[in-house]
């Protein structure tokens, strides 16, 4: 059974820094990643890599945010800087497993808030 563990989230004031992880059991992944979920918003892809260290970024966050996975670990994680209130969603860890891509897991989310 997949299970995925998501730390690091909080608040945090304009121009600072998060960092997230994601701790996942249960398979081996070939797809890591993150998405994030505004208010009133859909779910969108913020970062992923796959197990071979190919990187995927949003626009919006290129340059600021750094994905990163620790194959050994199966954790992923998201290093956040120069964070901005547009930043503030709930952020879901999202996995694809590497014998069956058709299946995804989601982690429950974890709040990141931006501001003063």
């Known amino acids: 059974q997949v299970q995925l563990v998501e730390s690091g989230g909080g608040l945090v004031q304009p121009g600072g820094s998060l960092r997230l992880s994601c701790a996942a059991s249960?398979?081996?992944?070939?797809?890591m990643g993150w998405y994030r979920q505004a208010p009133g918003k859909q779910r969108d892809l913020v970062a992923s890599?796959?197990?071979?260290?190919?990187?995927n970024y949003a626009d919006s966050v290129k340059g600021r945010f750094t994905i990163s996975r620790d194959n050994a670990k199966k954790t992923v994680y998201l290093q956040m800087n120069s964070l901005t209130p547009e930043d503030t969603a709930v952020y879901y860890c999202?996995?694809?497993?590497?014998?069956?891509?058709?299946?995804?897991?989601w982690g429950q989310g974890t709040q990141v808030t931006v501001s003063y």
């Open positions: 999202w996995v694809r497993e590497y014998y069956n891509p058709y299946l995804e897991y």
């Open positions: 249960g398979s081996i992944f070939a797809n």
């Open positions: 890599m796959t197990n071979l260290a190919v990187q």
